[in-house]
């Protein structure tokens, strides 16, 4: 049984048809790339994922359940994680004490503001922290962190609550492209090490070709092609759909550089 099994996945908004009758298979400790052009329906997919959309038809399996239109937070409970959820506390509180208040809410405990919150599960954050190379800015505030450093910090939070599944929407955006690779690398470590399912987009073809161990591809909600680097990068629709797009996806770059090699 897969980890994840999306089948018949549809979604509307008024008419308009953002995601059509999409099927997929996610196993654990894999990575696998939603790719595809801007408006392609990427990110409403990962919504009815993560529970914030209800699909208009179809089923969202995890570990054989079917999760399709429960509440966020009872996906969550189930073990379906998501970088990108920030708390508003976030810039406020150094590294160590995010990564601890993400472990006290993994175990439902409430945060009693009189308690001594700062030796609560220092030692579980600190190892989390030493897995994604943060250990040693744990004493500091994450206001004034870097960005890739803040990258890596919300991946501890998402490892926090041990997640069976990790959904990450862009990741890397605004990051450069080392930190990009960085960032990935890590991840496609961790989902080994961890057994984690890791269902990412990602603009850069580089990227992508580099760390996804399977990919799929959107046009216009429906899924045109699926497998290996190799074969989306041979796939003539893939590249029909990319050749036409902008700038951001640099598709001639990254095609012809992965055709060559
Ligand atoms: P991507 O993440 O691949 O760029 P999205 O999933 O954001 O694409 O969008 C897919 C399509 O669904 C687009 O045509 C977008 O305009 C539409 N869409 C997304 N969210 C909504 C919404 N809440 N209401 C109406 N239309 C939406
Ligand atoms: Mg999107």
Known sequence: MSLLSVAHLSKSFDGVQAIDDVSFDLEAGQLLALIGPNGAGKSTCFNMINGQLEPTAGEIRLDGHDIAGMRPRDIWRRGVGRTFQIAATFNSMTVLENVQMALLSHDRRIYRLFSRVASWKEDEAMALLDLVGMATHARRSCAVLAYGDVKRVELAIALANRPKLLLMDEPTAGMAPQERNELMA??????????????FTEHSMDVVFSHADRLIVLARGRLIAQGDADTIRNDARVREVYLGTGASFSPRAALSAGASS
Do not use: D, F, P, S
Request: aromatic share 0%; hydrophobic share 50%; net charge positive.
């Open 186 to 199: 890590l991840t496609a470590r961790l989902a080994k090490e961890r057994n984690i399912g890791v269902l």
